[in-house]
């Protein structure tokens, strides 16, 4: 090779003379007789078809700063999408507090010298716990679709059944994952949902409900963003049926909206990414589970669970709860697995919820259901145009149908991006049953302006000037 | 004369549980307030929510002005001994390398931060390009045909690969229900197949560290529905028959699943294709440089061959000719769904692909090189210590990591490696043992990677040193430790083991204790 010999900054021992005073202490020839135990066979002589890299940062930089200008993110133009993931105010210290080198850059470390990463997923685990009024809450595991499904199987485990009941309003996504994760040992059956209200329809539920079934699962608010206002009575009809209510929530919800087993929960999940967190294209998630503190429970979580010690000297020391029930400890014989999840999040959602306090809690709530409601009652303004088109309460999300204007939900979003708007979520191919619908989000960070800006838009897109 | 003092001393604040430093009415950050006009048209919002939908009263956070949040989770950051911190070759397997912070600027970026997973695919090119460009790297370092990066870590890669392997079965209508490991692969290995419904079987390690192809012959059956395996080992050694075993195990019709989370000593140098593997999974967050979030977000990038590329989990994301651009293909023949939402974890994507392109296919390559070169400096200095041994493979090189024992030094004084542990604290260190069961007693896995220099590992190697003197000349004093950490020692484990005495949350501590773990008993 011409080239001169790599030395890489992220290499310190990739200068020649220390390589070769290394292998003398060993008393080897060449880096290459270390590696004696793979055959020759197996060795690869060719030449990886990766390009020579940007040795230098700057060009590095460019390099990637050019790829990365070709996307159009939501702070450059005006988006209501949500579903799941949507754009929250993120404070400025839950980024500092995630990007500080201790916390970005440690792992497994013991409870002395990573005191402060347990004490940090414990006080995360204790607001939460608070948020949904519950006692045991999880270390994050990698997203809230991971959440429910674990939590069906915990409550299958629970229960000793194996059917497992969610609703067809879902994420298709979320329903998707945890079909996948319930195969083929859990029978996962859907309950329909009223295309009128958007509620779970109750009587096809008491049809589904049987001996049989371990835990119903339903999400307050919605994929749709309805509140469920029969949750009492839909755990009611799962508890008299021996099964289990689980219930999905928002936690940026939860200052405004009823803690779920104040209705009848008793496994409650969901996604962290309101709390603090960025969207980073779907790459920002995170998710728990909670659940009362009973032993039957606890013991079959799969996740880690962080408890409080004490300590020789007074202090308030952590460590793992009952480690023996984990994957690490019981391998072949486990409840589901643990491995690396989302515990950075944990600690940045923890952030988020000290800064807000019960008072931003409760504003950000009450700020949401405010700009969200005047949204959706404006664009109900526009002729032909149904919003909000399901009559459930609703948190956020709502439902704006187009059957009665001109426009498919397709052509509306096309339109509203010609004028730098990212319109909702065209729910037409996957919830027919809503016609041409789009699931519009609104959030404290959408001003009058921007709601205004948006109905306006609209209007002349339906009204086709 | 051994002292407690080792020169070193981690922060040490006390901090208060976050509840102990709330003040009634402090704010720690406002809200966008609603305008007076929309609050006009829409009325009471929260009336038109049934009374028992809504929260009653103020959910119980802390009330801290903004300062002492930030104070107390820096204190708390200053408690935590990151990878940055301290010469991390202490918790092997992990890999803990270099975390670029250049990356960081990558992914904090609101190109990438601020992006929604449903925007237009033509507003999101940049994102598309990263993700394919990385599958064809993966492509080239592995062997394999596709990649899909939606697995959210290692484990869950062994998970979907599960759940592949049951699919491909189904489809081929083969009725196969168990999948051979090692004891030596992660303990996910063993423990996510069982999700999918497959009996699990274990094959043993002779006492070399080498498991025998007899011993997977024996257990290898029309039953096999797969073999997934680890190699090189947690051990470091590389199983040299690897071939013979995939050989093995396709000839009794079952696939090949290589754990690959730890590829960090082979890049370049081996890959899943020639030795046979039909998939393999890589975590961006060990070889591939992405910082591990004190446990995630993690990432583990999924790759197979052809002829299962059509079980991947959708989108995969695709070239269009014709657009010129990228997008989300749902169209994938067989696919097992979705395992996690949306496309997985973007941040880990963009920087592994950033940290491939700052170094090249040499570079790739002597990272691997000179994190073995460093891996067989440190054993040599370990040699040297009393009381350690490096077990199996006698006399020969090792890869990545070498799991040693002080079952010697254990004899000898009495100490055990999980003192050495906590010692290691004391010296700003860290150290891992093992994954379970302690096949090697006394265990300790040292990884060193590419990271760190000469002069480092000579400093590690003298922490284990001067351990094992402290433990021949007064055990007491290791068995006491730590003394220079964040906390002094947690003596009474029973608080995390009996489910009468563990508090997983703050509610759940003051139910159950007044003050400082005093009972509340019946009061």
Redesign the interface.
């Known amino acids: 090779m011409d080239?001169e010999k790599?030395v890489?900054p992220?290499?310190?021992?990739?200068v020649p003379g220390?390589?070769e005073?290394?292998?003398a202490?060993?008393?080897?020839k060449s880096?290459d007789?270390?590696?004696?135990?793979?055959?020759d066979?197996?060795?690869?002589k060719g030449?990886?078809?990766?390009?020579?890299?940007?040795?230098d940062?700057y060009s590095?930089?460019r390099?990637?700063n050019e790829?990365?200008?070709?996307?159009?993110?939501?702070?450059?133009?005006l988006?209501f999408?949500g579903?799941?993931?949507s754009?929250h105010?993120v404070?400025a210290?839950c980024?500092?507090?995630?990007?500080?080198?201790?916390?970005?850059?440690?792992?497994?470390?013991?409870?002395?010298?990573?005191?402060?990463?347990f004490?940090?997923?414990?006080?995360y685990?204790?607001?939460l716990?608070?948020?949904v009024d519950?006692?045991?809450?999880s270390?994050?595991t990698?997203?809230?679709?991971?959440a429910a499904a674990s939590a069906l199987?915990i409550a299958c485990r629970i229960t000793g059944r194996k059917t497992v009941i969610i609703p067809r309003s879902l994420n298709p996504?979320?329903a998707?994952?945890i079909?996948?994760?319930c195969?083929?040992?859990i029978d996962v059956l859907t309950v329909n949902y009223d295309a009128r209200s958007g509620l779970i329809d109750i009587a096809d539920l008491k049809g589904k409900l049987s001996k049989r079934i371990a835990a119903l699962y339903i999400e307050?608010p919605s994929f749709l963003g309805a509140?469920?206002?029969n949750?009492?009575q839909i755990a009611d009809l799962a508890h008299a049926h021996g099964a289990l209510c689980v219930v999905g929530v928002d936690p940026i919800s939860?200052?405004?909206?009823?803690?779920p087993p104040?209705?009848g929960a008793d496994i409650v999940c969901g996604?962290l990414q309101s709390l603090g967190i960025?969207?980073?294209?779907?790459?920002?998630?995170?998710g728990f589970i909670a659940s009362a503190?009973e032993?039957r429970i606890?013991?079959e979580f799969p996740t880690?669970?962080?408890?409080?010690?004490?300590?020789?000297?007074?202090?308030?020391?952590f460590?793992?709860?009952?480690?023996?029930r984990t994957?690490?400890?019981?391998?072949?014989d486990?409840k589901?697995?643990?491995?690396?999840?989302?515990?950075?999040?944990g600690?940045t959602a923890?952030?988020y919820?000290?800064?807000?306090?019960?008072?931003?809690?409760?504003?950000?709530g009450?700020?949401i259901?405010?700009?969200s409601?005047?949204a959706a009652?404006e664009l109900g303004k526009i002729g032909g145009v149904s919003s909000p088109a399901l009559r459930a309460?609703f948190f956020q999300e709502f439902v704006v149908n187009l059957d009665g204007a001109a426009v498919t939900a397709r052509r509306m979003?096309e339109e509203l991006?010609k004028m730098g708007i990212?319109g909702g979520?065209d729910l037409s191919r996957e919830f027919p049953k809503l016609g041409e619908s789009l699931l519009f989000s609104v959030t404290?960070?959408h001003?009058?302006k921007d709601i205004d800006r948006l109905v306006t838009s609209a209007r002349q897109i339906v009204e086709g000037r | 004369m051994s002292t407690k003092d080792t020169g070193f001393h981690?922060a040490r604040w006390?901090?208060?549980?976050?509840?102990d430093l709330t003040s009634p009415g402090?704010?720690?950050?406002?809200?966008?307030?609603?305008?007076g006009?929309?609050?006009d048209?829409?009325g009471d919002?929260?009336a038109?929510?049934?009374e028992?939908?809504?929260?009653?009263s103020?959910?119980?956070?802390?009330?801290?002005g903004?300062s002492r949040?930030?104070q107390?989770?820096?204190?708390?950051?200053?408690?935590?001994?990151?990878?940055?911190?301290?010469i991390d070759v202490g918790?092997g397997t992990?890999t803990?390398?270099?975390?670029?912070p250049?990356n960081?600027?990558?992914?904090?970026?609101?190109?990438?931060?601020?992006?929604?997973?449903?925007?237009?695919e033509r507003?999101?090119?940049?994102?598309l390009?990263?993700v394919y460009r990385l599958d064809k790297?993966m492509r080239?370092?592995s062997?394999l045909d596709r990649f899909s990066f939606q697995p959210?870590?290692?484990?869950?890669a062994?998970?979907t690969m599960a759940?592949m392997v049951?699919a491909y079965l189904e489809q081929k209508g083969e009725n196969r229900d168990e999948i051979v490991t090692t004891l030596f692969s992660h303990?996910?290995d063993?423990?996510?197949p069982?999700?999918?419904?497959y009996k699990?079987i274990?094959v043993p390690a002779e006492e070399d560290g080498f498991v025998r192809l007899a011993s997977l012959e024996k257990v290898v059956s029309e039953r096999t529905a797969a073999l997934f395996i680890t190699n090189p080992e947690d051990t470091g050694?590389?199983n040299?028959h690897?071939?013979q075993f995939i050989d093995l195990v396709h000839a009794a019709g079952g696939l090949c699943g290589y754990d690959q989370a730890n590829a960090n000593g082979?890049l370049?140098?081996?890959?899943a294709k020639?030795?046979g593997f039909d998939m393999s999974f890589f975590?961006l967050?060990k070889t591939f440089?992405s910082?591990?979030?004190?446990?995630?977000?993690?990432s583990g990038a999924i790759g197979v061959t052809e002829e299962l590329a059509p079980f991947l989990p959708v989108p995969l994301i695709d070239y269009d000719e014709r657009s010129g651009g990228c997008f989300l293909n749902y169209d994938v023949e067989h696919t097992?769904?979705?395992?996690?939402?949306?496309?997985?974890?973007?941040?880990?994507?963009v920087r592994a692909y950033?940290w491939?392109?700052?170094?090249?296919?040499?570079?790739?390559?002597?990272?691997a090189?000179?994190a073995?070169?460093?891996n067989?400096?440190l054993?040599?200095k370990m040699y040297q210590i009393k009381g350690v041994e490096a077990p199996f493979?006698p006399g020969?090189?090792?890869?990545e990591q070498v799991r040693y024992s002080w079952q010697k030094l254990t004899e000898d004084t009495g100490v055990v490696t999980t003192d050495i542990?906590?010692r290691?604290?004391d010296y700003?260190?860290?150290?891992?043992m093992s994954?379970?069961p302690w096949v090697v007693p006394q265990p300790v896995t040292l990884e060193p990677t590419?990271?760190?220099?000469?002069d480092?590992l000579d400093k590690y190697a003298s922490i284990m040193e001067r351990i094992s003197e402290e433990a021949y000349d007064d055990p007491e004093l290791v068995k006491g430790s730590?003394y220079n950490?964040?906390?002094?020692?947690?003596?009474?484990?029973s608080?995390?083991?009996d489910?009468d005495k563990?508090?997983?949350?703050?509610?759940?501590?003051k139910?159950r204790y007044r003050g400082?773990?005093n009972p509340r008993g019946d009061d």
């Open positions: 080239r790599l890489h992220y290499i310190p021992n990739s220390v390589q005073e290394m292998l202490a060993i008393g080897a880096i007789e270390l590696y004696e135990l793979i055959p066979d197996l060795l690869f030449k990886l078809d990766i390009p020579e890299g940007y040795r940062e590095l930089r390099h990637m790829i990365l200008d070709k996307n159009v993110p939501t702070s450059e133009r988006s999408l579903g799941s993931c754009p105010y404070p210290i980024d500092v507090i995630n990007s500080r080198s201790e916390f970005l850059t440690a792992y497994a470390g013991e409870p002395y010298e990573d005191h402060g990463r004490q940090a997923l414990f006080e685990a204790s607001m716990g608070e948020l519950m006692d045991v809450v270390v994050p990698y997203d809230g679709s991971q199987r996504d979320r998707s994952i079909a996948n994760y195969y083929p040992q307050n509140i469920e206002t949750a009492a939860l200052g405004v909206l009823a803690p104040q209705y996604e960025h969207m980073y294209y779907g790459g920002g998630r995170g503190d032993e606890v013991s880690r669970l962080f408890g409080i010690v004490p300590t020789v000297d007074h202090a308030w020391g460590g793992d709860v009952a480690w023996e994957s690490f400890a019981r391998r072949e486990s589901e697995y643990v491995g690396t999840m989302a515990a950075l999040w600690i923890g952030v919820l000290a800064l807000m306090g019960p008072q931003g809690m409760h504003d950000v009450h700020t259901m405010e700009r409601a005047y009652q309460p979003n991006l990212y979520i404290e960070v001003t009058k | 981690q006390n901090e208060p549980i976050i509840y402090e704010r720690g950050i406002l809200v966008p307030q609603t305008e006009e929309i609050k048209r829409v919002v929260l038109r929510v049934p028992k939908m809504r929260r009653v103020r959910a119980p956070l802390p009330e801290m903004q949040v930030l107390h989770y820096l204190r708390l950051a200053q408690e935590t001994l990151g990878r940055d911190l301290n918790q992990c803990m390398k270099y975390n670029p250049v960081e600027a990558f992914v904090t970026t609101p190109k990438i931060a601020d992006l929604h997973p449903l925007q237009d507003t999101v090119q940049g994102v390009e990263i790297f080239e370092i062997g959210g870590g290692g484990s869950h062994i998970y759940a049951r303990p996910s063993a423990a996510a069982r999700l999918k419904g699990v274990i050694i590389f040299p690897i071939r082979i370049g140098i081996t890959r020639e030795a975590n967050h440089a910082p591990h979030g004190c446990g995630g977000p993690g097992i769904g979705k395992v996690k939402d949306y496309y997985g974890v973007i941040p880990a994507v950033a491939i392109m700052s170094l090249g296919a040499e570079g790739i390559r002597e990272v090189r000179v073995v070169l460093n067989n400096y054993l040599h493979a020969k090189h090792r890869l542990q906590q290691v604290a700003g260190g860290h150290y891992w994954h379970e590419e990271s760190y220099s000469r480092e730590p950490s964040t906390i002094g020692k947690m003596a009474d484990h608080y995390l083991d489910p563990w508090a997983i949350t703050w509610r759940a501590y139910k400082y773990f």
